[in-house]
């Protein structure tokens, strides 16, 4: 059963930075096209970041902070995070489409930004 691992988050300061690893285990899945969402506490689960061959997105609260890239030969996605705010603490998560068709979210990685 396929399963994707999030890591990389941590304690970090105000503008700080922190890089966010996403891995499949289990069994063999493109990350051709996945999305970067994060959930604060008492708030709904948000998109933040997607990648697509030629292609990045980035929700508005994110933009010129944080970058999304891949690495194909390790069959990882990456989210580079840059200049971070108390109002980016959340867990995050990565996800493909067909996963989330089913209804599967991983463990996530908790991100606090805080002084």
């Known amino acids: 059963q396929v399963q994707l691992v999030e890591s990389g988050g941590g304690l970090v300061q105000p503008g700080g930075s922190l890089r966010l690893s996403c891995a499949p285990s289990g069994s063999i899945l493109s990350l051709n096209a996945m999305g970067w969402y994060r959930q604060a506490p008492g708030k709904e689960r948000e998109l933040v970041a997607s990648?697509?061959?030629?292609?990045?997105k980035y929700a508005d609260s994110v933009k010129g902070r944080f970058t999304v890239s891949g690495d194909n030969a390790k069959n990882t996605v990456y989210l580079q995070m840059n200049s971070l705010k108390p109002e980016d603490t959340a867990v995050y998560y990565c996800n493909v489409p067909s996963l989330m068709a089913i209804g599967y979210w991983g463990q996530g990685t908790q991100v606090t930004v805080s002084s």
């Open positions: 990648i697509t061959p030629g292609d990045k």
